[in-house]
């Protein structure tokens, strides 16, 4: 009986956090859309130019083209022949799922690459982590440059942001310190810290230990300057990719007749609403759209309407893109290794 409740708290606390993250979603929504007129917004939506969504797409899909180039390097020393299509493959199931469970898109993409290419699932894992840290780190630096370029109202329009980023850079710098000693130092840095973790909860003490040896293995991954260097470049090159779709977003709604739009406003945009899909919804849903209408709103004096429908026909847009890219990766890579599989079982049987 006991061991039957025991392994019902792991199910529990999943619906639990699918739960949160779907209220989550719901009140970001009604931020969002509560001053809206949604027939006026579907109106706008209907009228959107083809071409345009087609570029917007394509440009979407070439920023998360960019991502698995830098998941590339960052392999490089674990295997410097992974394929290509693996990793794309197992990135954008991992968004897939992502689209209907935040948190669980990572790891199912770590999974998947460790299928695709033989490798440990941990050691994946770790690399995954690092590409987080990465890009909590590119994304403080995206709205720092955003606060220097729209320093006259940015702060103004969203009060907490200045808060927000002091509390950020302060948890990067603890994280990248404990980060360099684990990888420096390994077992005498974080076996201290597990021992008097331990003395508090074992179970968080081993939770640690595994975080430490997934953050050590992805970061020793990244070996040499070159990589570090390479990796830098493609980060740099990855945000000026989203920032080019947030600005192709204005004109699939014909925004720039009213008002001039530039590339910057689209960094900053992708700056502000970039930090909504860090808020655990699913897809990014409610969080991406209320932050991105308030920044078309109060930041760039758009009306409601014209800002509502631009958050919800581009996220609409990246969702399904998600979803169906997710779906042909998974039949296409699934197809392909098992016919693999098959070949290999039959050469084995012959010899």
Known sequence: MISDNVKKIPALRGIFNFLFSVGLA???LYLAFKDVNLSEVMSLVSQASIFWVIVFSATVLLGHYIRTVRWKIILQSVKPEAKMKNLFGALMIGYGVNCVTPKLGEVTRAIMIGRYENLS????????????????????????????IWRSSLYVTFPWLESALYITAAMMVIIL??????????????GVILKLVGKISLKLAERLGYIFEMLIQGFT????????????????ILLLAYALSAYLGFFMLDMQA??????TMG???????????????????????????????????FGDTISAA??????????????ITAFIMFFLLNKQHTSLLNIFKTNSEET
């Open 26 to 28: 719901a009140l970001f």
């Open 121 to 148: 699932k941990s050691s994946m894992f770790g690399t995954v982590i690092v590409e987080r840290v990465i890009d909590i780190i590119a994304l403080g630096s995206a709205v720092l440059i955003s606060a220097f």
């Open 177 to 190: 310190l404990m980060i360099f000693l684990s990888v420096k130092l390994k077992e005498r840095f974080y």
């Open 221 to 236: 991954s990244l070996k040499g300057s070159r990589n570090y260097i390479l990796t830098i470049i493609t980060t740099v």
């Open 258 to 263: 009213g008002k001039d739009v530039t590339y």
């Open 267 to 301: 960094w900053v945009l992708m700056s502000i609403s970039a930090i909504g899909v860090v808020i655990p919804t699913p897809g990014a849903t409610g969080s991406y759209h209320a932050l991105a209408k308030s920044t078309l709103v109060l930041l760039f004096g």
């Open 310 to 323: 631009y958050a919800f026909l581009t996220h609409i847009i990246s969702y399904f893109l998600f979803i």
